[in-house]
């Protein structure tokens, strides 16, 4: 229990963190830092995560490892719903978001949203990187503990 | 006993090399570069047939009068290549495979060092003695 309470902490220490350095330099809200170090730690994650796994088959089958085994390794829970058009765009539905949950239960604080996912925007991209996937990943969030990420495959 | 390791990376640049006799150096060299072809060639047809397991080790890639070469992929696309003298015929199939996760996890470990940089060749003085003792005690 305490220590999916510690990661919580880091990472809104992490937020406060990078923000208050960008706030320095009078510059408006920067996630861009805070989706970067996402990115390496999704890649360098996920090297460690998919060792004993086969294989996989094609791009759905790599969409549902994140939405199970990548998601609950993270969020002590897979994502709660996977939606794809299959050219390329996936949504990942999650109700109840690790980093939202403790934050508000309405609209209340929805401005600061965007800060609190942005990290898990660059873990998602990082750890698909690696896969060999190239992607964009966006969040969306409506209404507090529910978050939607896009993930929009890029094709060359 | 092997006698060379090879990692290679995503684009197939040679990310670290390591033989016994260092004079030996660039013959395998030659020989890794080979196997990349064999390698290529496996995973492309395990995508056709559906049917068998899908698995990080790809076996004996082909072999020569000396040497035996053997090949793993992982799921980032990170190529390990072993050779060994085709002499030694002590070597199990297990064995081999045991290497090969062996330097799998060494190789998420220096991953997950957060001052390497992926995707450069690996400096690690750790990686480097860990798969000298690899090669040297088998296991």
New interface residues.
Partial sequence: MADEVSFEFLHTELVSYVLSSTEKDKKPCDLSTLEYIGFSAGYRIIERQTKEWPRFKDELETMKFICTDFWTSINKKPVDNLRTNHQGVYVLQDNAFRFLTRLSNSRQYLEVAPRYVAFTCGLIRGALANLGINSMVTAEVQSMPACRFHIQVQRT | MAVCVAVIG?DNSPKFISCLNPELELQFHYKVHTSLDVVEEKLSS??IN?GD????YLGLLYSTEEHKIFGY?????IKFIVVVESANTLLRDNEVRTMFRRL??L??DV??N?FYI?GDPITSKNFDDTVKSIMVNNI
């Fill in positions: 995503k395990a995508g559906t397991v899908r698995e990080l992929v992982t799921n980032t696309k799998h996890n190789y998420t991953v997950c957060p992926p």
